[in-house]
């Protein structure tokens, strides 16, 4: 009797005795072998500001100044909810970047054959070519603003060949992170400067916390959810988890350090642009101004040149820092859709971001400084396509238990990606009503 119970080996769990998995096992061990201090937390910043960076465009600050100058301080409670909604959906991408072998969409291909993931990747390409106008002229009228009497395009042509010889560079996404993530930290400053500098009134700047609808206002409401909750965005925030070669026993540090604060930094500034904009019409008494270089020219008399200097960086800022992960994401979706690899260094990736740089740039020279109204609803009409499609790919693939294991999608996890979704298709459902010839609001709105 007693040679039996000795000579039985030692239960090994989830071998025959019913209980947790090894692989469970595993990752808790790992979480406990891998406590990190500070300055090695702070290390795992990356993807979630790339995409908080592409995020935060010309687009996005525009609607921005269109809430703050038509309705005040009203509307920042929609940045809230927008910006917990995109932590959501980003957070389920960087889960699907650390469980994914290769790449999201060759794991999209495997699950729902390769039509699936072909339509996701050209669809973000499509989607960042038509963008690509946007970033161009904004980054153009940024620096024309910080140096007048300059040509907003000449400094376009400077900018898409700044970021041009980025795509010449080895390890192009870990230079691509630094880069962003200093612009965001400069981006913060001129914002929350703007805003001090403004004299907002705080007081009503908080009640702005709380929901109200102000009448006709829901095509506004519409736009900012849109701007501020990027899907194409979240999407490629699995792209720079696999490029970090993030692991399983990382992600909670990954989402206090990175998931959250990359996704609330663009929030706050966007708040912030909405404060600016209610502040300086209000103390002026100006008309609401055309375009985001007319709340510019406004906002000196308040703050000052030194100021008005400030806030036109910033918009600077947002406009780069939107042109370089644009261009980055759609060459390497692109190649990912294609088999050619799911790196941003592949041939294919880098012929499809110049290509977007090409678009970019050709687009605005030939229009010379004006608005291509067209190609903007284009650019909507592809978002009500592909968006709500990759909303749901990124649920339907963070709820996979054979893929996930532990990191699957929990239940609360799910309803706030339908919302997200829901809202997303909303969005793109109303953006082209907003820019086309037949709606004229006080102040023109260009599409993100």
């Known amino acids: 009797m007693s040679d ?5 080996p030692p239960a090994t769990p989830g071998t025959g005795h019913g209980r947790i998995s090894t692989e469970t096992i595993r990752n808790l061990v790992g979480v406990q072998s891998t406590r990190r201090t500070f300055w090695r937390r702070l290390a795992l910043i990356g993807p979630a500001f790339v995409a908080g960076a592409w995020q935060f465009g010309p687009g996005n600050l525009t609607t921005a100044m269109n809430a703050g100058a038509l309705y005040g301080y009203t509307l920042i409670w929609v940045i809230i909810v927008s910006t917990i909604l995109m932590i959501f959906l980003t957070d389920m ?15 999209i291909k495997d699950t729902y054959g390769t039509w699936a993931g072909v339509v996701a990747g050209v669809g973000v390409f499509l989607i960042t070519l038509c963008f690509s106008v946007g970033n161009a002229v904004g980054s153009g009228v940024g620096l024309a603003m ?9 400094w376009t042509v400077i900018c898409t060949a700044l970021v041009g010889t980025i795509l010449l560079l080895k390890k192009i996404y870990g230079v691509v992170e630094k880069i962003l993530i200093v ?19 705080w007081a009503a700047a908080g009640a702005g916390l709380i929901p109200i609808i102000p009448g006709g206002a829901w095509l506004l409401i519409i736009g900012l959810v849109g701007t501020n909750f990027s899907i194409n965005a979240a999407f490629f925030a699995s792209y720079g988890t696999k490029a970090r070669e993030r692991q399983a026993s990382e992600y909670r540090d990954i989402t206090i350090v990175d998931t959250i604060p990359g996704i609330v930094a663009p929030g706050i500034m966007t708040a912030l642009v909405i404060v600016v904009s209610a502040s300086v019409l209000g103390q002026t008494g100006a008309d609401a101004p055309g375009a985001f270089t007319g709340l510019a020219r406004i906002f000196e008399p ?31 979706l692109l190649s ?39 190609l903007i609803v284009l650019a909507q009409a592809l978002t009500v396509l592909f968006a709500p499609i990759l909303a749901t790919v990124i649920i339907l693939m963070a709820n996979n238990r054979k893929l996930m294991g532990p990191l699957r999608n929990r ?13 997303g298709h909303l ?22």
Do not use: H, K
């Open 302 to 332: 308040v703050a000052g040149p030194v100021g008005a200097w400030i806030f036109a960086l910033g918009f600077f800022g947002a406009a780069f820092s939107s042109m370089i992960p644009n261009c980055i994401a759609g060459g390497t």
């Open 146 to 154: 910080l140096l007048p009497g300059t040509s907003p395009v000449m």
């Open 411 to 423: 239940w609360w996890q799910n309803v706030l990606g339908l919302v997200g979704l829901v809202g």
């Open 183 to 201: 612009i965001v930290a400069l981006m913060a400053f001129c914002f929350i400067a703007s805003a001090f500098a403004s004299r907002p009134d």
């Open 336 to 374: 990912d859709a294609l088999g050619r690899g799911a790196s941003a260094e592949t041939r294919t990736a880098r012929l499809g971001s110049a290509f977007i740089l090409a678009f970019g740039i050709g687009v605005t020279i030939a229009f010379s400084g004006s608005s291509p109204v067209q």
């Open 427 to 448: 969005d793109a459902s109303a953006l082209p009503r907003m820019v086309s010839p037949s709606y004229a609001p006080p102040v023109s709105l260009p599409a993100r």
């Open 4 to 8: 039996r119970t000795t000579s039985r």
């Open 93 to 107: 991408s960087v889960r699907l970047g650390i469980r994914t072998p290769v790449s999201l969409i060759s794991s």
